[in-house]
């Protein structure tokens, strides 16, 4: 089975062995281990940092082009690799094949995307009190940026914040998933290939929290980019502004599905069943709190539980699988944590509802009802494939329910009403509102939370916004 051999990526160069200690990288799936990953040592740190630093220096007066150019080639190149980028995902992240293929395929999008909007970062005159005078405001990059990705989607989180910075000029140092590298291992080779200059873009991994605490302490980092859980995002947030350092912070979610008596029962099941138990609902934008209106309720939930069941789980690159493992055997404990805190509360478990014997960290898919209001499913984000189906009345109560936690990244609504649409659309404590369909995390549209679900969005118009320093020259021509 290929797997990509891991290294560091510093200045230009990939590196590894030496007396550099190294983590084991297992296959979710078989719990075998696949690769050894090296940690950068402090030396390697400062080295990352020396070299971002004298790139940006020459990145920054890059024209726009020149960053296009590279962005655009990064996504042709993806698109050709996607098969075997695809398949290291699959081996170390555990998703189906399909998904992981489909990842980078649709995200190679991103590196477009950027390519295109880099050069639109407009700066604008403003109209002076006087003739002589000239206003103008420059969008300038912000400098260097660390920036941490996670294990869900290893291609996707890396390559948009990876994009963003290069685009807008910023240099940056990217600490990838030590659970699930090889996409982040793709992605400099990508962009070394694409004939980025050295340094723009460096690569690291090691204890997450010694890198991290190395990297936004040193004066030479002036932006930090997470996504993550809430929990780790609040803290390098609060170290970074202690610091007077930018952050977008993607975090958590426990997105609300509202689905009224008018909806089109039979499109939403299909859709959120699909939705819900992608990449086993690691996923921050994943449904999993279900408000179904009385009308619907029980035929909504009999037919969610029966596309449940009839979900093949199994190893990511076997023929037909549509739901793999969890990523590591940590969430399958806390997976059965949640499940488990719902039924001693008295909930009802619909189908699944434990891990699945053998080798391999399997959870099966699960649809938990009659939760009580305090099941920890109902507050805290369960990042696995746990579904909970809650019964309302009256559109006013599932809104007010919906946003009854401080989350407020995704929200899906399936109503025909035009009313309850924009009721609750406009209603909904979220980022993002997707109504009767899906159709969020496109590169061409804002992705982003609010609350604790974190700060500034990636990708849409805006994705430059947090790369960028507002400067404004007034000039009297003498
Ligand atoms: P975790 O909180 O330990 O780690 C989450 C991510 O943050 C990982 O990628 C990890 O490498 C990184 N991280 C952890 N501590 C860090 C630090 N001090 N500095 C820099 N990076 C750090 O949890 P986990 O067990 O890996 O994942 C489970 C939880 O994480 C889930 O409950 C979910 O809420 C969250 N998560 C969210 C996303 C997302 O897309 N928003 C992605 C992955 C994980």
Known sequence: MTYPKLSLYIDGEFIHGGDRPTQDILNPATGQVIAQLPHATPQDLDRALAAAARAFEAWKKSSPIERSKVLRK????????????GRGITLDQGKPLAESVGEVMFCAEHAEWHAEECRRIYGRVIPARHPAVRQTVLREPVGVVAAFSPWNFPFNQAIRKAAAAVGAGCSVIL?????????VQA????????????GVLNVVWGVPSEVSTH??????????????STAVGKMLAAKASSLMKRSTMELGGHAPVIVCDDADV??????????????AGQVCISPTRFYIQEGVYDRFVADFVAKTRALKVGNGLAEGTQMGPLAQARRVGA???FVDDARERGASILVGGAPIPGVGNFFAPTVVADLPDQARLLHEEPFGPVAGM????????ALQRANALPYGLASYVFTRSNHNAHVLSTGLASGMVSVNHLGLALAETPFGGIN?????????SETFDGYLNTKFITQLNG
Not at 187 to 198: R, V
Not at 452 to 460: A, I
């Open 175 to 183: 600490k990838g998933p030590e659970d699930a590298p090889s996409a």
């Open 215 to 228: 990297l936004i302490e040193s004066p030479v980092v002036r932006k930090i980019t997470f996504t993550g």
């Open 390 to 397: 809650i019964r309302f009345k009256t559109i006013d109560e």
């Open 335 to 337: 997976v059965a944590g």
């Open 187 to 198: 992605i400099a080779q990508l962009f070394h290939d694409a004939g980025l200059p050295k």
């Open 74 to 85: 990064v996504s042709e190149l993806a698109r050709a690799r996607a098969q075997d980028i």
């Open 266 to 279: 039979d499109a939403a099941v299909a859709l959120m069943v699909g939705f819900k138990f992608r990449n």
């Open 452 to 460: 604790d679900s974190g700060m500034g969005s990636e990708g849409g």
